[in-house]
């Protein structure tokens, strides 16, 4: 169970004075979600969700809520905030920020076919041609930096026989970034989207969701993170099939070039590293008084591994 | 038939080069809408109207796009346009300024009940409470003033008897103007907002469309043109339950004040007056090789002598 913060239908009326959605109808928590408290809110004009930010910086929240609405503005299907009558998009609820944001049809898959994949691919490359012209800029919270530093933290907590490999994957990735990642292209990218964070309608994507990772990064590290959950089974076996859908898809509206073709064994290493670490640091530290789901750091590792010994290639032939 | 300019496939897959709403699956033409050229458009991501604009003026495009983008991140169901990868909203299309816009689901209904004008009343009161904070001008293309020089123009051609009554009410309007009128609310008004203008999915408004007479206006103005259109009938008898219906939703949003109380019978002649007069013009100086619905004229002068008798109440008991 997710809701972490009660709401009562007095405090949805207050807040509905202050948009332009229509009078409280309804409204029911959602359990899904790890951070933020989710509420189904429907209204007389519509259906909405409302999220409470229990976890994010809360400076941060207007750069995510530019996005979301820079890329709903574009026709890339995505959660998306709406304005306030004063023109902004966060309200407090409860002491928390929140927003109201356009509910999406649709629901995640668990176990995504060749199809689903091959509409992630045109949605995804539509996602890194629109960001082209977003110019708010936000740091990685799980960056490079980050994760050396969590490495200090966990040296010590974990065998030392995997903080060895911890310490070398970083050092690794630490040469790419000066080498072969000097060139890759750029932009703000979700760098979050596990299968959890893609709503479909059929096999159609209806949205993307949860933007709260989303930074400045390269494209290829946004891919690489998609290719760990989409094309690998939960025993962590590649799925040619699921991406060569997704890059067929994909390369119709974006090429990757020469230097990202070049960099992408390196990345895919790269994104499996950034969760193997954050879900380390979940695992040994957890935060107190939280009630969340600790996610298992082993199949990343696993993952890691496989990379380092043979890495698929970023288009399938 | 109101395709006027004919698309082709290869016009549409250029246009959508310069979108990230994915590619080309289908399109077809639309034959509705009498100013403009409608297209629906299906691509990878999502459904379209592609619109051509044949008659509007062009430097008052961006007006209209603004409002539209405006309401729809209010929560405002309705029409509105994706943005552009360049971050505009316009493009060109067979010479024609083109808009790519959000496609509703639903349709107009001929025939309203007090259920629908009940769901309307909420959305106009929201549309209402949504433009304070748009801030761009646009003039009235059909203020008093046009009335004014339109009936010089129908001088002579039109019933001697039809004119004095024509001359008769802009006189009236004139003084109203500085009178009851001077301290009105204005904003930006749909100003058009006839049956044909509004999708319903069941009896619930899906959205408005057409905003191409949005202007700077009295907010009254946009009510006494929906009063006249929804709440009478086609032989324009008063349905007073249509009208209770609306309002009854509108008040609990956005309470009329006492100055737009007292000036309704007098805005409800000003409604009749504005269509009465443009389809005069169209019906007596039709464009030349147009292919257009001439409307007829009638029905809003036998408002207007109805009004001038008896106007119904702004707040039905």
Chains 1, 2 share one sequence.
């Not at 949805?12 to 109808?25: I, P, R």
């Not at 989303?214 to 991406?243: K, M, T």
Request: glycine fraction near 6%.
């Amino acid at each position: 169970m997710s809701v972490y913060t009660r709401v009562e239908a007095d405090d949805l009326c207050t807040l509905l004075a202050d948009y332009a959605v229509g009078e409280l109808e309804d409204f029911t928590g959602i359990s899904a979600g790890i951070t933020n408290t989710n509420y189904f809110v429907g209204t007389s004009l519509g259906r909405w969700v409302l999220t409470l930010f229990e976890q994010v910086d809360e400076t941060e929240l207007p750069f995510f809520m530019q996005l979301m609405d820079h890329l709903a503005g574009h026709g890339v299907p995505c959660a998306h905030p709406v304005a306030r009558n004063d023109g902004g998009f966060l309200s407090r609820v409860r002491g928390r920020p929140a927003a109201l944001v356009y509910r999406l049809n649709g629901a995640s898959v668990e176990s995504p076919g060749p199809e689903h994949c091959r509409s992630l691919g045109g949605v995804v490359a539509e996602m890194h041609r629109a960001v082209a012209s977003f110019t708010p800029v936000q740091r990685n919270a799980r960056s490079l930096d980050w994760i050396a530093s969590a490495a200090e933290r966990l040296d010590g907590v974990m065998a030392a026989d995997e903080h060895a490999l911890l310490a070398d994957e970083i050092a690794f990735q630490q040469r790419a970034t000066d080498t072969l990642y000097a060139d890759l292209p750029t932009a703000v990218v979700h760098a979050d989207l596990f299968r959890d964070n893609v709503l479909f309608d059929q096999a159609r994507v209806s949205g993307l969701i949860d933007f709260y990772y989303a930074c400045r990064d390269y494209l290829l590290f946004d891919l690489a993170i998609i290719c760990n959950d989409w094309a690998f089974d939960d025993a962590e076996h590649y799925c040619p099939a699921q991406w060569q859908a997704f890059m067929n898809a994909y390369v119709r509206r974006r090429t990757p070039d020469e230097a990202e073709r070049a960099a992408w064994p390196a990345m895919l290493r790269a994104a499996a590293l950034r969760f193997w670490a954050s879900r380390l640091i979940d695992a040994h530290f957890p935060m107190s008084g939280e009630v969340v789901h600790i996610k298992d750091p082993a199949p990343f590792k696993r993952l890691l591994l496989a990379h380092r010994a043979d890495a698929p290639a970023l288009m399938p032939q």
